[in-house]
């Protein structure tokens, strides 16, 4: 069965601090991996990966695939108040068809 | 401006009382599709539709029906709608980015519905 695994489920740090969100998968027919955020509403895009080993950035994060492992991490540097919501990490499969995550709940206290 | 949008944004009802979800999109997206959000399971797929009259079942269809006759809507019905259907639910759109792969999804407001 198509799994999607984040880790942690839960994260809590102060204000400043770098966090890495973990992601793996066991998907057949993967085509793409996604990150989302979502705050209080609806999810929004963060990064879509496809190739191992190519770092996306934007601003205070960045992503990387690894094929291999079969897995994804999402770095948060200097994190802010800001950045508190739930990560999600999805695979797409081809088409419209994905499959999430749980999510990562991070906390960033000032 | 791009959007996706639903309406209801909130919805009680009773068991067995048919609803439908608009979804709608202006972004001329090839690609719409619908999950339910609940704690602890994340997010879910229930129906998707690559494009107009094209639909497929995602991973949690049982209880729904979609239907994709105009490229911008594609509206969620839920003909005996359950206590088990108490969610948060979402519609996305996407591109095509031709090899047959969406590209990234845009996601509406989202629809919290509760079933009495």
């Known amino acids: 069965e198509d799994k999607v695994v984040q880790s942690p489920l839960s994260l809590v740090v102060h204000e400043g601090d770098t966090v890495t969100l973990n992601c793996s998968y066991e998907?057949?027919?993967?085509?793409?991996l996604l990150w989302y955020k979502q705050e209080k509403k609806a999810p929004t895009f963060l990064f879509m990966l496809?190739?191992?080993?190519i770092e996306k950035k934007s601003g205070r994060l960045s992503s990387i695939l690894d094929k291999k492992e079969l897995s994804s991490i999402l770095n948060i540097t200097a994190t802010q108040t800001g950045d508190s919501a739930i990560y999600l990490c999805?695979?797409?499969?081809?088409?419209?068809?994905?499959?999430f995550g749980q999510g990562t709940r991070l906390t960033i206290n000032p | 401006e791009a959007q996706v949008t639903q309406n209801p944004r909130y919805l009680i009802t009773v068991t067995g009382k048919k609803l439908t979800v608009t979804c709608s999109q202006n972004?001329?997206?090839?690609?719409m599709s619908w999950y339910r959000q609940d704690p602890g399971l994340g997010l879910r797929q229930i129906y998707y539709?690559?494009?107009?009259?094209?639909?497929d079942k995602g991973d949690v269809p049982e209880g729904y029906k979609v239907s994709r006759k105009e490229k911008r809507n594609f509206p969620l019905i839920l003909e005996s709608p359950s206590p088990n259907q108490t969610s948060l639910y979402f519609c996305?759109?996407?591109?095509?980015?031709?090899?047959?792969?969406?590209?990234?999804?845009?996601f509406g407001p989202g629809t919290r519905l509760t079933v009495l």
């Open positions: 996305a759109s996407g591109r095509s980015t031709g090899t047959g792969q969406a590209d990234t999804q845009y």
């Open positions: 998907v057949t027919n993967f085509r793409s």
């Open positions: 539709s690559m494009n107009v009259e094209v639909t």
């Open positions: 972004m001329n997206h090839e690609y």
């Open positions: 496809t190739s191992s080993g």
């Open positions: 999805a695979l797409s499969q081809g088409a419209q068809k994905l499959v």
